[in-house]
């Protein structure tokens, strides 16, 4: 019995989402398709100009504005940030530093202070 190898594909919107890109700012050959997993590679290794592009200047999409300005998610949502924003308007926001990014960025401060202290504690127990 011999096993056939298919290949894998995924939706543009998981291939965009891995890529890091906002999906409607990709070329329409890219929505329409369906993408391999050696395309992806591809893709990751030998960004074309548009990919390179798009990560560049934007629209970036909600889970790469949030890391790029220090804050989680559902901290973008409760500032009113709900859609994809550019490189340009990022830096804009970094710039002007409104409360509320300031009491998100010190909220993910803790956050991340207190997974910290967690990892140590149970790496402490497991010793």
Do not use: C
Not at 43 to 65: A, E, I, K, S, Y
Not at 70 to 79: D, F, M, N, P, Y
Request: aromatic share 4%.
């Amino acid at each position: 019995m011999t096993s056939h190898q298919n290949t894998q594909t995924m939706k543009p919107a998981t291939a965009a989402k891995k890529l890091g890109v906002y999906l409607p700012a990709t070329p329409a050959e890219f929505q329409e398709g369906v993408v391999s997993r050696a395309e992806l590679n591809e893709l990751q290794t030998n960004p074309p100009q548009w990919l390179q592009d798009l990560r560049r200047n934007g629209p970036h999409p909600r889970p790469v504005v949030a890391a790029r300005l220090g804050v989680s998610i559902a901290g973008l949502a409760r500032g009113g940030i709900t859609e994809a924003l550019t490189t340009e308007q990022i830096e804009a926001l970094r710039e002007d530093g409104p409360e509320w990014l300031e009491k998100e960025r010190a909220t993910q401060a803790e956050v991340r202070k207190e997974a910290a202290r967690l990892k140590e504690k149970k790496a402490q127990q497991q010793d």
